[in-house]
């Protein structure tokens, strides 16, 4: 299946090929500026040091940014499981949205489907596993929030990307703010780890702050409907599901 786009190269990028075996993660992020123009500026200007993959516009249009085979720098200081500085491993597809710091939006219907058609493209070229699929967010808790709880990660489980829960709102609901145990809250981060998301970080010293900015990270990506950076039996309803799926 082949897939339309524009080329709009970026400088920022390692010189070195990489094998095509080294690639296992998409990172998806929203580019978090006001105007397309501007996002597209930053990411084509060497001095910004930030480039990405593939952007995804408004309208839907694709543009190529950097070839696949070579490193863009659009993860930065990251962590998933035994992966470290995701960037050599990984495929970043950036999608315009002005993000949480200038009014974030929902994404449009023509942006999901040209995200839908790339990331199918992208999984069966390289074979991605399901649980690869990643938020900034996710492999940078302490820093990033994008591509945000907007970004439509149940409709890409929908259509066989990804991975997700399929719990009634009935049955979440039912569960949300329900307390739980010291144990369970010790079960839940030991979760976390199981799924990727990082047992440190390289920013705060203060514990705590960064469990709290772990669990919003979690709660963004799989609860978007409350980020309170606190374990219920909701969140652990989830999480407990979450980690029993084959990959």
């Known amino acids: 299946m082949a897939i339309k786009t524009r080329i709009i190269y970026s400088p920022n990028f390692d ?16 580019t978090g500026m006001k105007r397309e123009n501007e996002a597209i500026q930053r990411l084509t200007q060497i001095q910004s040091e930030v480039g990405t993959h593939y952007y995804i516009k408004k309208n839907g249009e694709i543009i190529t940014m950097v070839p696949e085979l070579y490193t863009a720098w659009h ?7 035994k992966y470290k500085l995701l960037n050599k491993y990984s495929i970043g597809i950036e999608i315009s949205n002005p993000g949480h710091q200038f009014g974030y939006v929902n994404f449009s ?14 999984i069966n070229k390289y074979k991605i596993k ?22 439509p990660w149940k409709i890409l489980f929908k259509n066989k990307i990804g991975i997700w829960h399929n719990f009634s709102n009935k049955k979440l609901n039912s569960l949300r703010y329900k307390t739980v145990s010291v144990k369970e809250i010790s079960l839940f981060m030991k979760s976390l780890r199981k799924l990727g998301y990082p047992a440190k970080s390289n920013i705060f010293k ?18 978007p409907e409350m980020i309170s950076g606190k374990i219920d039996q909701e969140c652990l309803l989830i999480i407990n599901k979450l980690t029993s799926i084959k990959v």
């Open 15 to 30: 010189a070195t090929k990489r094998k095509r075996k080294k690639i296992r993660f998409l990172i998806f992020h929203y």
């Open 75 to 81: 993860a930065g200081i990251s962590q998933w499981g």
């Open 109 to 122: 219907k023509k942006q999901i489907k040209s995200l839908i058609k790339l990331t199918k493209i992208l």
């Open 130 to 151: 399901k649980n690869c699929l990643l938020a900034h967010s996710d492999i940078a808790p302490d820093r990033k929030l994008d591509p945000g709880e907007k970004f």
């Open 206 to 223: 203060n514990k705590l702050k960064f469990k709290k900015l772990l669990i919003k990270a979690f709660q963004r990506r799989f609860r």
